[in-house]
């Protein structure tokens, strides 16, 4: 439902007083949001995954270095899928949402991939 013309200016009024009053809060709130956070975490989990890809290599070593590496690639490949899935859920990458569950589906199912 669209905002008339007087609610628009109410919020506008509340945002400039929210400027003015705390700076430091409208930055935070400005720059901070779920997607970047959920980003950030996907990208750890990547990196977790290749770390855990390395240690997996250092069964050679010692299996509990191999059993570790396995642990950590299984742990950052779950906590990656659940960051994708939301930001597919947040629509932040259009699309996404429907095209993950969708692609998995079509690849089990054994249908060709939609272009």
Known sequence: M????????????????????????????????????????????????????????GIVIHIAWGLAGFVIMLVSTLHGGHML?????QDAVPGLGSQLPGGVRRYLNGHPPRE
């Open 2 to 57: 669209p905002l008339d013309d007087r609610e628009r200016q109410i919020l506008a009024d509340i945002e400039a007083h929210l400027r003015e009053e705390d700076p430091r809060f409208v930055r935070a709130v400005g720059t901070a949001t779920v997607t970047l956070r959920a980003r950030r975490q996907f990208k750890l989990a990547v990196i977790g995954f290749a770390l855990g890809a390395l240690l997996l290599f």
């Open 85 to 89: 899935k939301r930001l597919g859920q």
